[in-house]
């Protein structure tokens, strides 16, 4: 069975070519300028994403595994800080922002914080920052 499994393996990877598609020409649903600017949420949360790869955030709810030592809590952590971003997805979730997090301030985090933000599918124009079970919508601002 094993052999099987390196035949179609090989096979598969010799035919590729054939059908005019290459890995390297699969490409994110995404582009970086469909990110950049200023994103705000109905809530008061404001992501400003700069083309250098930096974004600064206002008031916005972070995943539990972000959280925040000291501070206010109102429904889940609001926390405003800065970071870096790229273009990306987690699993089976659409393209969007995959945020590296760091808080404003003395506020150290209990764990690591990357925070996804992928775009609605239909017309990029809202973008779900993503937290636990839940998620926050963002529009431009």
């Not at 124009?125 to 529009?139: C, G």
Request: with cysteine; charged share 20%; hydrophobic share 35%.
């Amino acid at each position: 069975m094993p052999r099987l499994a390196s035949v179609l393996a090989l096979a598969f990877a010799a035919l590729l070519p054939l059908t005019g598609c290459r890995l390297a020409d699969v490409q994110p649903e995404v582009e970086r300028s469909e990110l950049i600017g200023v994103w705000k949420s109905d809530r008061g949360g404001v992501i400003d994403f700069r083309t250098d790869g930096t974004f600064t955030a206002q008031n916005i709810t972070l995943p539990d595994q972000c959280k925040v030592t000291g501070g206010e809590y109102a429904d889940r952590y609001r926390v405003s800080g800065t970071g870096t971003w790229v273009v990306g997805n987690h699993s089976d979730e659409p393209y969007g922002a995959v945020m590296e997090f760091h808080p404003k301030g003395d506020r150290p985090l209990t764990g690591s914080c990357t925070v996804w933000a992928p775009l609605v599918p239909q017309d990029h124009s809202t973008m779900h920052l993503m937290y636990d079970n839940a998620d926050e919508p963002y529009r431009r601002g």
